[in-house]
């Protein structure tokens, strides 16, 4: 298995106004958001104290695992995309307080799905992410040694992929069987004309793991 780092990720700190306490959910969707979270004592300590009354979720059970590691007990998993944490919360959100602490390339849709059902959000960015340059090396490594399989494990990975790739390594690797931790990073592979995209069945990096090597031992028959 052959690693690349697609993206550093650079802490952004809230202005003391933005870490208010009071909120009905909390609701967290990336692991790099709990590590966030964590590493500030500040903005783990108000999120605590703001929970004492209110609800947390987690968009999937990697992340409420990383939440429990750091002494947070998700009140609901949901099922890893923005809809089924939708599904865990009531129809009518009116006047109901979310946080919801994110990186700055999260996607909005949560967001606007939320203020659609009357919640107030606040969307507090702890982290963006850095993309790192092109390393030459990598569409040589495609084109000379061709992946049986691979998996860019956010949508902004596969981005960064496609994106750093020469047309020749790109065209070969949309012909490459891929995996998705979950729905987002399989909708944007789709749209960069990925042809085959299995999910794995969490969003869990092991969970990945297992199913590049069963695509892996497939291409090659054995």
Not at 80 to 85: E, K, L, V, Y
Not at 107 to 129: H, I, N, T
Not at 135 to 162: G, K, V, Y
Request: proline share 6%; with cysteine.
């Amino acid at each position: 298995m052959v690693e690349y780092v697609s993206h550093t990720v650079e802490p952004i700190a809230p202005a003391p106004a933005e870490l208010t306490e009071g909120w009905d959910t909390v609701i967290v969707t990336s692991q790099t958001a709990v590590e966030q979270i964590a590493r500030d004592a500040r903005n783990a300590d108000v999120l605590r104290r703001g929970l004492q009354s209110g609800t947390l979720m987690a968009v999937g059970e990697a992340t409420a695992e990383a939440l429990r590691q750091h002494g947070l007990r998700p009140d609901h998993v949901a099922g890893g995309s923005a809809r089924s944490m939708l599904e865990g919360l009531n129809e009518t959100l009116s006047g109901r307080r979310v946080l919801w602490p994110c990186g700055e390339d999260a996607s909005l849709d949560l967001s606007e799905l939320l203020k659609e059902r009357g919640a107030q959000v606040r969307r507090l960015v702890l982290y963006r992410k850095r993309p790192v340059p092109a390393n030459p090396a990598l569409s040589a490594e495609i084109l000379e040694r061709p992946p049986a399989a691979f998996c860019p494990t956010s949508p902004a990975a596969a981005e960064w992929l496609f994106g750093v790739l020469t047309d020749a390594a790109a065209d070969r690797l949309r012909k490459t069987p891929a995996v998705a931790l979950g729905p987002s990073t399989l909708e944007k592979l789709a749209a960069l004309g990925v042809e085959r995209v299995e999910v794995s069945r969490d969003a869990r990096f092991g969970s990945a793991a297992d199913l590049l090597a069963r695509l892996a031992t497939a291409a090659h028959g054995t």
